[in-house]
C-alpha cells in the first residue's frame, strides 16, 4: 500500500490567510526558499568560502568554520543542490536542508529591540553588521541569525522548532504590534 504525502509549510496553521494590515514591524514567513548546508573537505576551506563568494546569486550564512548554510529563493532544492555541486566539485559536501529548516525574515524600526528580548547578542549596527550572521539561542531554541538589511534580519530555525520560535517572536514583537504574513 502507497501513501501519498502532502508536504505543507510547518507554519500554516499558524498564519493566517488574510493578514490584514503590514505593520511596520513585521514577521515575514517565505514558503519556498532552497536551502543547503555545504561543509568544506579536509583543507578546503579557503577555496570553499572563495568560490561560495564568487557566487553572487547565493545568499550564505557563516554556521562554523568551513560550514555555511547556502540560501536560494529563485532556485528549487534540487537546482542549488546541483549548482553547488558543479561549483565546489569535490572541495566540500553539500547537503539539502530545504525541507528541515524553516527561514523567518524580521524588519522593521524596532527589530533589534524585539529580537533583544530572546537573543543574548549585540545587535547594534557596528558589531552586528549588514552581511553578519551567527548561530545564536533565541530564547531556549537554537538559530542561525543574519543581518541582510538595515533593519532585517533572517533567523533560520530547524522544521521542528519553527512553530515554538514563531510564537516566542510573535509574543517578543507584541509590544510593536509586530504583523505576520507569509511572502507574497
Given at each position: 500500500?502507497?501513501?501519498?504525502?502532502?508536504?505543507?509549510?510547518?507554519?500554516?496553521?499558524?498564519?493566517?490567510?488574510?493578514?490584514?494590515?503590514?505593520?511596520?514591524?513585521?514577521?515575514?514567513?517565505?514558503?519556498?526558499?532552497?536551502?543547503?548546508?555545504?561543509?568544506?573537505?579536509?583543507?578546503?576551506?579557503?577555496?570553499?568560502?572563495?568560490?561560495?563568494?564568487?557566487?553572487?546569486?547565493?545568499?550564505?550564512?557563516?554556521?562554523?568554520?568551513?560550514?555555511?548554510?547556502?540560501?536560494?529563493?529563485?532556485?528549487?532544492?534540487?537546482?542549488?543542490?546541483?549548482?553547488?555541486?558543479?561549483?565546489?566539485?569535490?572541495?566540500?559536501?553539500?547537503?539539502?536542508?530545504?525541507?528541515?529548516?524553516?527561514?523567518?525574515?524580521?524588519?522593521?524600526?524596532?527589530?533589534?529591540?524585539?529580537?533583544?528580548?530572546?537573543?543574548?547578542?549585540?545587535?547594534?549596527?557596528?558589531?552586528?553588521?549588514?552581511?553578519?550572521?551567527?548561530?545564536?539561542?533565541?530564547?531556549?531554541?537554537?538559530?542561525?541569525?543574519?543581518?541582510?538589511?538595515?533593519?532585517?534580519?533572517?533567523?533560520?530555525?530547524?522544521?521542528?522548532?519553527?512553530?515554538?520560535?514563531?510564537?516566542?517572536?510573535?509574543?517578543?514583537?507584541?509590544?510593536?504590534?509586530?504583523?505576520?504574513?507569509?511572502s507574497t
Amino acid at each position: 500500500m502507497s501513501k501519498t504525502y502532502i508536504s505543507r509549510h510547518p507554519l500554516e496553521s499558524r498564519i493566517p490567510a488574510d493578514p490584514g494590515i503590514r505593520a511596520v514591524d513585521h514577521l515575514e514567513v517565505p514558503q519556498r526558499v532552497a536551502i543547503a548546508t555545504v561543509m568544506a573537505a579536509e583543507g578546503g576551506d579557503a577555496f570553499v568560502a572563495a568560490a561560495l563568494a564568487a557566487a553572487g546569486d547565493l545568499s550564505l550564512r557563516f554556521v562554523a568554520p568551513g560550514e555555511w548554510l547556502a540560501l536560494s529563493q529563485l532556485d528549487t532544492p534540487e537546482i542549488l543542490q546541483r549548482n553547488l555541486s558543479l561549483l565546489l566539485a569535490e572541495a566540500a559536501h553539500i547537503v539539502d536542508q530545504s525541507d528541515g529548516r524553516v527561514l523567518l525574515r524580521l524588519s522593521g524600526p524596532n527589530v533589534r529591540r524585539i529580537l533583544a528580548k530572546g537573543i543574548a547578542t549585540d545587535l547594534h549596527p557596528n558589531v552586528f553588521e549588514v552581511g553578519t550572521s551567527s548561530n545564536v539561542l533565541c530564547g531556549h531554541i537554537s538559530v542561525n541569525l543574519a543581518r541582510t538589511g538595515e533593519n532585517e534580519f533572517e533567523v533560520i530555525v530547524m522544521r521542528s522548532f519553527a512553530e515554538s520560535l514563531f510564537d516566542d517572536l510573535k509574543t517578543m514583537g507584541r509590544e510593536f504590534d509586530l504583523s505576520v504574513g507569509f511572502s507574497t
